[in-house]
């Protein structure tokens, strides 16, 4: 079995330019910690992880999904960041994913 380039590419997400240490980090909900699941590094987190976001969907795809015909099943990850800022705590959600495979998706 041949594994793709994109497949051993590392997902990097940037961290938002107030975040400070500590701060959580959760993919798809779950609690990931670093060392283990990510490191950071240069201002971003990095995954050896492969983490995709669904590009939009088209006319096709939505409809068929409103008709009840088909449903999405397409990998969607969602990293979110929670961290202080100015004494409050902050959630940066769906950060977008450069360097993963697949369309990935705008600030969000």
């Known amino acids: 079995m041949r594994v793709t380039d994109d497949a051993r590419r590392p997902t990097r ?16 909900g779950v609690h990931r910690v670093e060392g283990r699941d990510y490191v950071v590094r240069d201002g971003a987190l990095v995954f050896e992880d492969q983490l995709r976001q669904e590009g939009s969907l088209g006319v096709r795809r939505w409809t068929s999904m409103v008709l009840g ?9 969602s990293v ?6 100015n004494g409050k705590r ?3 959600t769906k950060l ?4 993963a495979p697949g369309r990935t998706a705008g600030p969000g």
């Open 96 to 99: 977008p994913l450069e360097g």
């Open 80 to 85: 979110d960041v929670v961290y202080t800022r």
């Open 13 to 28: 997400v940037r961290l938002p330019p107030d975040v400070t240490r500590p701060f959580d980090v959760y993919v798809n």
């Open 90 to 92: 902050v959630v940066a």
């Open 69 to 77: 015909v088909a449903g999405t099943y397409r990998q969607n990850d």
